[in-house]
């Protein structure tokens, strides 16, 4: 399968991007973004975005009923060239009546070793912190995630 | 320097993002997605954009002059999961007078040796495929970018 874009720079540091079925998006560089995203903003977006889908879809099918799913992603950039994400926090916030812990766990560790194709592309220097907050009906307990 | 998002899911593999400033964007799965972007779709877009906007900026501290520079980008993942991209194309197309084609080839080399934070996060098993366009008063000249 094969996914694609057009970016065309407008100015500055300014580029418009179009994909399939004529979606379009612009960006920017951090210093004056605007209403545009900023290229490691997106990444950061796959990376959370595929992840959840992932357990999302997963936790559906164990028949955990979900009220609420959030992910809260927060990336920390290396000071020096090529300042990529040194360290990703990834925090999952699932409430529902009856929520396991197991299941939610066993959606994070499918996501992250078999299913999230922009996880399995990451190298080993961008080191994942994973964390889960479950809210089953009695007060929030939040959990490490260890792998 | 930290970077954050929050997503909410809202409904089958829907998520609403929200990253500084307010800025929102829509998630979706590819066999669903109207206007929303998919988490594979932007990671391309995070890495072309990432490596578009080091090659305009060093560009145009060269003093060439930039009246058009577009970027071509095409991930094919594998048809087994995780489905990565295994192989992801990329082509610039720098047009206007005098562009010089070292200027453009010092330009990628050192956006994918030493700028580019979305590169620099990426296994070797994901390959890419450089290729550059220049079209600099005369015919267009299509070279390939061996690294």
């Known amino acids: 399968m094969v996914v694609s874009a057009k970016l065309q720079w407008s100015d500055g540091l300014k580029f418009t991007v179009e994909v399939a079925q004529g979606r379009k998006m612009e960006l920017n560089a951090i210093e004056e973004m605007g209403r545009a995203f900023t290229p490691m903003e997106l990444f950061l977006v796959a990376l959370a975005g595929c992840t959840a889908m992932d357990i999302q879809w997963i936790i559906s099918r164990q028949r955990q009923q979900v009220d609420r799913f959030e992910v809260l992603v927060r990336g920390t950039r290396l000071e020096k060239d090529p300042r990529y994400y040194e360290k990703i926090d990834l925090e999952y916030i699932v409430a529902g009546a009856g929520i396991k812990r197991n299941?939610?766990?066993?959606?994070?560790?499918?996501?992250?070793e078999k299913y999230c194709s922009v996880r399995a592309m990451l190298?080993?220097?961008?080191?994942l912190n994973i964390s889960y907050t479950i809210?089953?009906?009695?007060?929030e307990q939040k959990f490490e995630f260890t792998g």
């Open 103 to 112: 299941a939610v766990e066993r959606a994070i560790r499918l996501s992250q």
């Open 123 to 127: 190298k080993d220097s961008v080191k």
């Open 135 to 139: 809210a089953a009906g009695g007060p």
